[in-house]
């Protein structure tokens, strides 16, 4: 898979999610992590049991107004919103970064608008931010990973399929 991902976060106040979601972030090989108007700091998320810290790199930024992005890369917002597109319907960029919003929060309107995209995961009702991490990464792990289609029959083997980048 070619490009890269960055994951984060806005409004974070629960060091058990943000540690979940770092640590999610560092499994699926994510280039870097960011977080916006944190309630609190890395430290004291010691539920990141992979060390996360100092392996990728962490930004902060105090407002969505602060966060920039490097160039090229695309925002992916993952919020429940009425325009949302369906997970499963949506074709990942190759260089993207995702933001969740926080535990009992929505992303801010202000980062909604910075958002090139806003996908959901269709589900009944909010998940633990830490799950969708995993679920989001998952898809587009499985999207742009050059795994092709899946079998026709359980258990078959798919013939490997050339990943699509764009």
Not at 62 to 68: H, I, Q, S
Not at 81 to 97: K, N
Not at 120 to 141: C, E, H, Q, W
Request: aromatic share 10%; with cysteine.
């Amino acid at each position: 898979m070619k490009g890269y991902f960055g994951v984060g976060i806005e409004g974070v106040s629960k060091p058990m999610n943000l540690g979940n979601l770092v640590r999610i972030a560092h499994a699926f090989d994510a280039s870097f992590f960011f977080s916006i108007a944190p309630r609190l700091n890395l430290s004291k998320a010691n539920s990141d049991t992979s060390n996360a810290e100092g392996v990728i790199p962490f930004h902060s930024f105090e407002a969505p107004d602060d966060f920039r992005l490097p160039l090229g890369c695309r925002l992916v917002g993952v919020e429940i919103t009425d325009d949302a597109v369906e997970l499963p319907r949506f074709r990942h960029p190759s260089r993207a970064a995702y933001v969740f919003g926080a535990e009992r929060y929505s992303l801010s309107p202000q980062m909604v608008a910075k958002c090139d995209f806003v996908v959901k995961i269709p589900t009944r009702f909010s998940i633990n931010v830490g799950m969708a991490g995993a679920i989001v990464l998952y898809d587009r792990l499985i999207n742009l990973g050059g795994y092709g289609g899946r079998p026709i029959s359980p258990g078959g083997r798919q013939v490997d399929v050339p990943p699509v980048h764009n």
